[in-house]
């Protein structure tokens, strides 16, 4: 915020033309994944731009051009507009000051950068040339003073050098990384770009890309020789582990395939169709359609013979993995249930009610309520000894899995806590402020931070002692 104003009170003071020196900004609410544009929640404060434009036009004498001939930064006429990794467009003067500032992200709309590159848009520079020739309004031509500290090539590097990373990270998404899974020496990871990647672990090189969705993939399963992919397309596709070809496409769904659970021989889909279908996971045969939900499903765990599924119509209902028939619905959240995990007799349901649920997974039964989190709950993940949640709200609480206490809190990650992985000896967490955290299960303290995504952490597994997390930015981290 203050990088912008800084620069909004820069560009004016060069200019003939003042604008407020307060122009309105905005913080637009959050953008979740679920039924949404599939982006992250932007990082910064962004520009009010109609009602900064508004002003500008209020404070104007003579004829005022159509609005997509003024800078969003500097509310004038753009001489030399050039468009950015977001495809909106500024005046180069005004943007290239922006990032030479060290600024990363599109000041419009606040998200990150995948590049730096700066695009010349000549269709409308000749339109702005035009107009301006036609209503006998004079251009301002300004140069950029480069900042002594910053080298102005790097404005303008190639897609080859931008790429470039630490080999622990491993590039080759274009958009969200949604889900990972590990079978044997791969690593599979779903992604907003419509496609699957296999990673061979041991050299970290993609081996090929599964291609066949139409639109985001969003889960992936693994039982026996198959892999399972739903997606926003309504699908599910089949692979075959062996050849990486698709065997078929299950299909049946009529909204996004948001969770996929295998278990007793059985597939089970979880959808934003408020439905759960179960599918043979050998002949690949629908066997039924589970009804009951009255919002969309999100999320799926199995435990003690009966699948548990979350849905944002605030329940979790239960259903025998073999009869499939429903033996019960859990009630008591107040908000959509967004995470389950499970032990082997106890199930818990996080909620954006902002607590988290204990169910007996035999007698179904609440046990307890546990509360403390200021913030909605977002992921659940289970130990030997405690159980974690990680939260809007920054932290990550652990809750002793008998007595059911809160035990600590963790802090440290300065943006919501996304996932949660556990290995032998250390709890995992990604967060929205793009790091990795490492936490002793013994001690339960940070001990390693990592560093290397450029947005936010979404998913993390664990396998063969490595963490693998998957981010915003369609990279896989390997630590």
């Not at 620069?7 to 953008?31: F, G, K």
């Not at 889960?219 to 892999?227: D, E, Q």
């Not at 028939?325 to 954006?352: I, N």
């Not at 809190?409 to 955290?437: I, K, N, P, Q």
Request: aromatic letters at 8%.
């Amino acid at each position: 915020m203050k990088a912008l104003k800084n620069l909004l009170n820069r560009s004016n003071s060069e200019s003939q033309h003042r604008v407020p020196d307060s122009p309105a900004y905005t913080t637009p609410p959050p953008i979740f994944e679920e039924k949404q544009d599939l982006q992250s929640e932007p990082a910064e404060p962004v520009l009010a731009v109609s009602d900064a434009r508004r002003t500008a036009e209020g404070s104007q004498k003579g004829p005022v051009a159509p609005s997509s001939f003024y800078c969003p930064i500097s509310m004038e006429l753009m001489n030399d507009p050039v468009m950015v990794a977001t495809g909106h467009t500024y005046d180069r003067v005004c943007i290239e000051r922006w990032l030479q500032q060290g600024n990363r992200t599109c000041p419009v709309t606040g998200m990150r950068l995948r590049h730096l590159e700066l695009t010349p848009n000549f269709a409308l520079r000749n339109a702005i040339q035009e107009w301006a020739t036609s209503n006998k309004v004079p251009m301002l031509h300004r140069e950029v003073k480069p900042h002594a500290a910053i080298n102005t090539t790097t404005l303008y590097k190639t897609e080859e050098e931008v790429s470039v990373a630490p080999t622990n990270i491993l590039q080759g998404h274009d958009e969200i990384v949604w889900s990972v899974e590990v079978e044997g020496n791969r690593l599979f990871s779903a992604s907003a770009d419509k496609t699957i990647r296999v990673w061979d672990i041991s050299s970290r090189r993609c081996e090929q890309v599964l291609e066949d969705h139409a639109r985001p993939v969003l889960s992936l399963a693994v039982a026996g020789n198959k892999l399972f992919s739903g997606s926003y397309d309504y699908t599910i596709k089949v692979w075959n582990l062996q050849t990486l070809q698709r065997i078929t496409t299950l299909t049946g769904h009529t909204d996004a395939v948001r969770a996929l659970a295998v278990t007793e021989g059985r597939l089970f889909s979880g959808s934003y169709d408020s439905t759960l279908k179960v599918w043979d996971s050998e002949t690949l045969q629908c066997l039924r359609t589970l009804s009951g939900h009255s919002g969309p499903v999100r999320t799926l765990v199995c435990s003690g013979g009966h699948m548990f599924s979350g849905s944002y119509d605030k329940t979790v209902r239960v259903w025998d993995v073999q009869s499939l028939e429903c033996l019960a619905t859990l009630q008591g959240h107040s908000g959509a249930v967004r995470a389950l995990a499970a032990s082997p007799t106890r199930v818990f349901s996080g909620s954006d009610d902002a607590t988290i649920k204990v169910w007996d997974s035999d007698n179904l039964q609440c046990l307890k309520t546990l509360e403390g989190h200021e913030d909605n709950v977002r992921v659940l993940a289970v130990g030997d000894k405690y159980v974690f949640s990680g939260s809007w709200d920054k932290t990550i609480r652990v809750w002793d899995i008998v007595t059911l206490e809160c035990v600590k809190v963790l802090e440290g990650h300065g943006e919501a806590v996304l996932a949660l992985a556990v290995g032998d000896t250390f709890l995992v967490s990604g967060s929205y402020d793009t790091t990795v955290r490492f936490w002793d299960l013994e001690t339960l303290r940070c001990v390693k931070k990592c560093e290397g995504h450029d947005d936010a952490v979404r998913v993390l597994a664990v396998a063969q002692g490595k963490v693998f997390s998957g981010s915003y930015d369609g990279t896989i981290g390997v630590w």
